[in-house]
């Protein structure tokens, strides 16, 4: 099989595993996996699930790329761009629909697989243009990157992107009084 297959793939692998992570802080509540995993159901929480997704899956296709000997370049960092693209490329398109016509799970679904799509392509890019060699620089990024999810996931800005309407709250306990 060669990459493309994969990718088309990775497409529906990773929007299968959003299902999966979107509820792993609900059923192993602890601090490691609030920093990973949404712990409300807030935009931003969601979009944390996104990005913790395609890494997830990324590594899942790297042990299979290792297996079957599938050469790529650039893999930590595709990964690292993907990851990252898939929160604006989401936002873009799902907050002017959730500010005109407010919550839709088939809408926000169906733009979540459209934004994976598109990443799933930048990524195959990515993973076939010339090794650039930024392995240090990724996993930097990625790491900075965790930092932020976590001090925002405890320290939100009081902010329509961080606000949980279903629980009143922001982030991971702090209540509306």
Do not use: C, R
Not at 93 to 114: A, Q, S
């Amino acid at each position: 099989m060669n990459l493309k297959k994969f990718k088309i793939i990775s497409v529906f692998g990773t929007f299968l595993l959003a299902f999966l992570t979107h509820f792993l802080y609900d059923w192993f509540p602890n601090s490691l996996f609030s920093i990973f995993f949404p712990v409300n159901e807030s935009i931003w929480e969601h979009m944390k699930m996104l990005f913790t997704t395609i890494l997830l899956y990324e590594l899942i296709e790297f042990i299979i790329f290792k297996v079957k000997n599938i050469q790529t370049n650039n893999f930590l960092f595709a990964a690292l761009v993907s990851a990252f693209i898939s929160i604006p490329i989401y936002l873009i398109m799902f907050l002017p629909i959730y500010y005109k016509m407010g919550e839709n799970m088939v809408v926000t679904i169906t733009i979540m697989l459209i934004d994976i799509i598109i990443v799933q392509v930048i990524n195959y890019k990515i993973l076939m243009t010339k090794e650039l060699n930024l392995n240090i620089i990724s996993i930097i990024g990625i790491i900075v990157i965790y930092i932020i999810m976590g001090v925002l996931t405890y320290y939100p800005p009081e902010s329509d992107l961080f606000f949980d309407p279903k629980e009143e709250k922001y982030g991971i306990n702090k209540y509306i009084v």
